[in-house]
């Protein structure tokens, strides 16, 4: 959604298997592809990794499997193999150092197809230059740019051969088969002059007069229906399958969205809510026994009251009966009455910055029904609002950054805290995280990957610096905070400006200085709008990228 901002092909059976409970399988016991894992980083001392494969299906099934990697310098074993029902597999992978001469960081992927699915497995390799994407906040070290789309495009090999017959001008109608049917149905006095002399003659035709309403003039399917009718002969444009395409993507997207992810999503907020409820109440319970410094307290209690209002608000846009946090009652009122209005850019009484909010309007399959206005501004409202990682005292628009230097470290160590809880909360008999990547997988399949940080590689962060020991009181460590912020400003900045905090441009106006508004973005979004090239593309070619040109 946002010129819908990046949803890598991940192991889509085992994202998807539970979304078709209900389809019409074949009878018999049939396989089913889980992998424990799908990416990995080799370090510079790291020669060997291994992942677990399984077959989760119905007893007495049988999986049949292959791994190929699509790269030279890592290689997979076994490659090949069978498994029974509820058995599991180890899959090792193998860098060979000596074949990576380039000082950056390697990208490759191991293809499993199946009986049982398909998934895909990501393999990087730290040779120790800076990476794709060098300078400062541009992806140095372990973290690539995960909107390079090459790394998961498979060319299609055509094995057919055109051998469309040629024509010269003028053409001869009497060699044109079908021309006496389709112009007594279509014909004026100019057709036959028009298509003697270019080949082709197009013809304005209202259908209306055939049982077709009005509207459905313009539908792209209304003259195949109608020509099909009356028994003549079709040619199919490539516009057409480009346009079933595009109904059969947006119709399976809205399924999944309506039937599954909608209550997943739901779920999730809904635990991630009382987890920091739990946390406000322990953190405040701490600062009255003085278990922590006041102004340590001061700071995680003010994360923890603002994840409240942030996940209530997403709450209440998925159940508008859900209740609401007295603490919070006040922001997340404002907040939903901003949505409800969709006022344009005004600041947010949570995150400070200008949002605009005029982007909740429900569009598209969206408007369809009331589950998917409520799951599109959910989403919104997820993909929109960012945990900002850069403050100033100059801050504002126009500023150097959107928010002040104490609100940033605030956002930051939301951000921090959402991510734990992710990774640590259970819905069900499952982790939080689980049904994030399962929403994520499926929808960067469908859509693309997300432009800005997710909280996935928050916690590589927190991990890199804080090792596995990390509690909530090590934020309050100056050092520590200072060396987390530097990690997470090294990681990749986004590249679509889609508005977050109505920053200005000031002069002089030069293509960089879209990049200073991008990094004045940068930070951590839930669910993070889509990278999508088009999108990219136009940003190129209109100001301030072209200055004056537009």
Not at 27 to 54: D, K, M, N, Y
Not at 94 to 106: F, G, I, R
Not at 230 to 239: K, N
């Amino acid at each position: 959604m946002r010129h819908a901002k990046h949803w890598p092909r991940l192991a889509l059976l085992g994202a998807i298997a539970a979304l078709c409970s209900g389809c019409p399988w074949p009878p018999g016991p049939r396989p089913v592809l889980a992998v424990s894992s799908t990416q990995h980083t080799f370090g510079p001392r790291e020669s060997v990794w291994s992942f677990r494969i399984s077959n989760i299906g119905g007893e007495g099934s049988n999986l049949s499997f292959t791994a190929t990697p699509n790269r030279t310098w890592f290689q997979v074993t076994p490659a090949t193999g069978q498994l029974p029902a509820a058995a599991y597999a180890d899959l090792y992978v193998t860098v060979e150092w000596d074949a990576l001469t380039d000082k950056a960081l390697q990208s490759g992927m191991i293809a499993l197809t199946s009986n049982g699915g398909e998934a895909t497995v990501t393999i990087r390799a730290d040779v120790g230059g800076e990476g794709e994407g060098e300078g400062e906040g541009e992806g140095e070290g372990e973290y690539p740019k995960l909107f390079s789309m090459s790394e998961y495009y498979v060319p299609y090999e055509p094995s057919g051969l055109p051998n469309a017959g040629g024509y010269t001008l003028p053409v001869d109608l009497d060699g044109v088969d079908y021309f006496d049917r389709v112009d007594a149905r279509f014909g004026n006095e100019r057709t036959p002059a028009l298509l003697r002399a270019h080949g082709c003659v197009v013809v304005p035709y209202d259908w209306a007069p055939h049982g077709y309403k009005q509207e459905e003039n313009d539908d792209i399917i209304t003259p195949y229906d109608a020509l099909d009718k009356m028994d003549l002969p079709i040619f199919v444009t490539s516009d057409t399958l480009l346009h079933l395409y595009h109904v059969q993507f947006d119709e399976t997207l809205k399924a999944i969205e309506e039937t599954e992810f909608f209550d997943d999503i739901s779920r999730v907020t809904e635990a991630l809510l009382a987890n920091a409820q739990e946390q406000y109440a322990e953190l405040t319970k701490n600062a009255e026994g003085k278990d922590l410094a006041w102004d340590s307290a001061e700071f995680l209690q003010a994360a923890a009251l603002r994840n409240m209002a942030y996940l209530a608000v997403a709450r209440r846009l998925l159940d508008p009966d859900a209740a609401t946090p007295e603490a919070v009652a006040g922001t997340v009122a404002s907040e939903l009455a901003n949505i409800a209005a969709h006022v344009g850019f005004r600041p947010s009484p949570l995150f400070i910055y200008q949002e605009d909010y005029s982007q909740y309007v429900p569009r598209g399959h969206y408007t369809r029904s009331e589950t998917l206005e409520r799951y599109f501004r959910a989403l919104m409202w997820y993909g929109r609002m960012a945990f900002l990682l850069k403050g100033a005292e100059n801050w504002g628009p126009a500023g150097e950054a959107l928010i002040s230097e104490e609100d940033a470290r605030i956002q930051t160590t939301q951000a921090v805290m959402l991510s734990q809880a992710l990774n640590e909360v259970e819905v069900g008999d499952e982790r939080a995280r689980d049904l994030w990547e399962r929403i994520y997988a499926v929808t960067a399949f469908y859509v693309g990957i997300a432009d800005d940080l997710t909280p996935l590689e928050y916690l590589g962060a927190v991990e890199k610096v804080f090792d596995s020991a990390f509690q909530l009181a090590n934020l309050a460590d100056a050092d520590k905070f200072h060396a987390l912020r530097t990690e997470l400003a090294l990681l990749r900045s986004p590249q679509i400006f889609g508005g977050t905090g109505n920053a200005l441009v000031s002069p002089p106006i030069t293509p960089e200085t879209l990049d200073e508004v991008l990094d004045k973005t940068k930070g951590m979004r839930f669910m993070g709008q889509r990278f999508i090239p088009d999108s990219y593309m136009f940003q190129q070619l209109v100001f301030s990228q072209v200055l004056d040109y537009t």
